[in-house]
């Protein structure tokens, strides 16, 4: 994905995040990472701990990058929490890089859950 294509679709992720949660300013990828987990989690809570919300920031990362091979889904625990398995090792990148892919993941994430409200929808 050139740098401008994932500019525009990165704004349009925010932009369907902040209208989504009726909220005034466009989220980050931190916030963007967190709801992520929580659609994963498939629980929602009005509180979470730091703990937790770091476990679902982790969540997010490891679903992200599944799309990309370097993680795999491998269960859910006694409480419901999605496991991944990491099976390949990330090579060794900067900041940039790593938000860029994310990004870009969080991107397909986010075509895809579309396509899957749209089908529910019809």
């Known amino acids: 994905m050139e740098d401008w294509e994932l500019d525009f679709e990165w704004l349009r992720v925010q932009h369907l995040v902040r209208d989504t949660m009726k909220r005034e300013v466009l989220p980050d ?34 679903r992200l990058l599944e799309h990309d091979g370097y993680f795999e889904f491998v269960g859910r625990d006694e409480d419901g929490w999605p496991h991944y398995r990491q099976v390949v090792e ?30 529910v929808e019809k």
């Open 29 to 62: 990828l931190n916030t963007v990472l967190f709801l992520i987990g929580m659609q994963e989690l498939g629980r929602w809570k009005k509180k979470f701990t730091k703990e937790e919300k770091q476990d679902l920031m982790h969540i997010a990362v490891c």
């Open 90 to 119: 990330m090579p060794a990148q900067g900041t940039f890089s790593q938000e860029k892919m994310l990004k870009e993941n969080a991107v397909i994430y986010f075509k895809e859950w579309e396509k899957g409200v749209d089908a």
